[in-house]
């Protein structure tokens, strides 16, 4: 497992925008999915979004389709979680994780796949 630092949520009007960042550290950025679940209160862990690391391939979930947008930056070792026209129910703690190593989005999260500390996202109306 690697350690992964997450940063960027905080609490936003409805329809506003943010930016989440996921920084890998200490290990190579190849060879790994790596992207966002979130868990609303009461609610359990969905998977919000995944690139593939090797070749940017991303995956959404239908809920969030035509709104986020992943990204990595290959020099910073850094994932984006790109957040536009939020609704009220975007709000949850957003965590970032990896895939195993090889692995790609369909093992987000699993096995040695690495966690990060968790953001809070809190859509106001």
């Known amino acids: 497992q690697v350690p992964l630092v997450e940063s960027g949520g905080g609490l936003v009007q409805l329809g506003d925008s943010l930016r989440l960042s996921c920084t890998v550290s200490?290990?190579?950025?190849?060879?790994?999915?790596i992207g966002w679940f979130r868990q609303a209160p009461g609610k359990e862990r969905d998977k919000v979004s995944c690139?593939?690391?090797?070749?940017?391939?991303?995956h959404y979930a239908d809920s969030v389709k035509g709104r986020f947008t992943i990204s990595i930056d290959r020099a910073r070792k850094t994932a984006y979680l790109q957040m536009n026209s939020l609704k009220e129910e975007d709000t949850a703690i957003y965590y970032c994780?990896?895939?195993?190593?090889?692995?790609?989005?369909?093992?987000?999260?699993?096995?040695?796949?690495?966690w990060g500390q968790g953001t809070q996202v809190t859509v106001s109306s």
């Open positions: 200490g290990f190579t950025f190849d060879f790994y999915g």
């Open positions: 690139i593939r690391s090797s070749d940017g391939v991303t």
């Open positions: 994780a990896t895939s195993p190593p090889g692995y790609g989005c369909e093992a987000l999260g699993t096995g040695r796949g690495s």
